[in-house]
């Protein structure tokens, strides 16, 4: 299995797990658990993340010197981690300290998985690599449901989750510090890149991440806040039912383009890396948007076969009110970001500002409605609120990336007759036929109208598409 396959693999077993779990949990439970685990994500990035991405851009084959390097730079942000801890402990709720603690382990244990992973990608030992999330999925799908049915609480999930990555750390840093073959152990390293130089590259991205993570925290945190655990487990689930869904996608049609638009740079010169990424914002587009409309003509039925009754109702008008802020911020990450990364200026201020724009809108909405609470007119607004925010940045971003161009009318005429090749038949058997088998079989037809539809009209240059073909020997 490649690396790219087993990363989505495993987007897709984190997306099933928190479905699982809430099913569960229940609301309340699921809310505290979901808090722990965004707020082990937020402090993982904040302390951890550089070093990853330090592991991805510099580690080697026989690089001993920088692995120590990361070693000792992993233990010092331990200490950093915990002393951030220390000082947020008095701001947070009391009443469940031993969640707290755990949120605190999670991040310790999934940012020492990540760097260790992130060496095996560097060195590109995609069997290792796949084994790794192949072990680290496999605990996690049968421990956190099995720890969350026998004990219900919030702890019990964390703490089994949190053992799940404790032992696949384990096995990956066995894993990596194996030499694949003799001549790999004895390559000769290259001057070692001071703590101070992985950080500067590390750290535009960092900051942008953790502008984005803060937001969805604090969507989480202002459902706790106005009406209690049982409202931000709805909510949570919601939104992570999203944002996972369109990331997963997102990353998945990412990890193939983006790198069509590397060779097509390297081929034949920057002109045409513009024009793929040009193509590939366009499949990127027509994907997601389809994804979206989709989603909000068949929420109604899938919440009955995915989400438990205590759930139903507000789950999927969450959904359908957080979908289009989602939307927006995938095609933020997916389809205008590209411009900038391969222009090699995902460290310049723009990129890293326009987190903040977004922050700075989403903040000054939440401001505003915090009167009127989560429920309600709320609820309704934080749907608009995001929305606006993520619109505000991605006109931010595509105005100030290098080369960006927006999708032509010609295009845009085709993607509309793809749209509405799934959008009717989709409406219209709805209407006929309720409930879940109406709507697999709206969701079918639907794919199927836009498919056809899209290749009828080359959508986006999806009849010029080649997939690679493996060599013959």
């Not at 479905?19 to 994500?41: D, M, R, T």
């Not at 389809?335 to 391969?342: E, G, I, K, W």
């Not at 931010?396 to 032509?408: D, E, I, M, T, V």
């Amino acid at each position: 299995m490649g690396m790219s396959a087993a990363f989505v693999l495993s987007a897709l077993v984190q997306f099933l797990l928190g479905l699982v779990v809430a099913w569960l949990l229940g609301p309340a439970e699921f809310g505290a658990y979901a808090l722990a685990v965004a707020a082990g994500i937020l402090l993982q990035t904040l302390c951890f993340e550089w070093l990853r991405l330090a592991a991805t851009r510099f580690f080697h084959a026989g690089a001993a010197g920088l692995r120590r390097r990361l070693v000792v730079a992993f233990l010092a942000s331990v200490v950093g981690a915990l002393l951030v801890a220390a000082l947020a402990w008095p701001l947070l709720p009391g009443g469940r300290p031993a969640l707290v603690a755990l949120g605190v382990g999670l991040a310790l244990g999934a940012g020492f998985l990540d760097l260790v992973a992130a060496m095996l990608r560097a060195r590109f030992r995609e069997a290792d690599y796949a084994r790794v999330l192949l072990v680290r999925n496999a605990l996690g799908i049968t421990l956190v449901p099995l720890a969350a049915s026998l004990g219900g609480t919030a702890e019990a999930a964390a703490s089994a989750l949190f053992a799940s990555l404790v032992v696949a750390s384990v096995a990956a840093w066995r894993l990596e510090a194996t030499p694949t073959q003799p001549e790999e152990a004895a390559e000769p390293a290259p001057p070692l890149p001071s703590l101070f130089a992985m950080a500067g590259y590390s750290g535009p991205v960092v900051v942008t991440n953790l502008f984005y993570l803060a937001l969805f925290f604090g969507v989480r945190s202002w459902a706790a806040l106005t009406g209690g655990l049982a409202l931000a487990g709805q909510v949570s689930l919601a939104l992570d039912f999203v944002l996972k869904l369109f990331t997963t996608f997102g990353s998945a049609l990412d990890l193939w383009l983006f790198q069509r638009a590397v060779q097509a740079t390297r081929a034949s010169g920057p002109e045409a890396g513009q024009a793929q990424l040009h193509r590939n914002q366009e499949m990127v587009l027509s994907i997601l948007l389809a994804m979206a409309l989709g989603l909000l003509l068949v929420i109604d039925a899938l919440e009955v076969l995915l989400v438990r009754p205590d759930f139903r109702g507000l789950f999927g008008h969450a959904v359908m009110l957080m979908t289009p802020g989602i939307f927006l911020y995938a095609l933020i990450q997916y389809a205008v970001h590209p411009y900038a990364q391969l222009a090699a200026r995902t460290g310049t201020l723009p990129v890293t500002a326009l987190a903040v724009v977004v922050l700075a809108a989403m903040g000054g909405g939440v401001l505003a409605l915090w009167p009127a609470g989560m429920g309600g007119a709320g609820m309704a607004g934080i749907g608009l609120v995001l929305a606006g925010s993520m619109a505000a940045g991605l006109l931010f971003l595509a105005a100030r990336s290098p080369g960006y161009q927006a999708p032509s009318p010609r295009f845009l005429g085709k993607l509309t007759l793809a749209i509405l090749a799934m959008v009717l038949p989709v409406a219209l058997l709805r209407q006929w036929s309720g409930g879940l088998p109406g709507a697999i079989a709206a969701m079918a037809l639907g794919a199927a109208g836009f498919g056809l539809a899209a290749w009828l009209v080359d959508l986006a240059g999806l009849r010029q598409i080649r997939l690679p073909r493996r060599a013959v020997s």
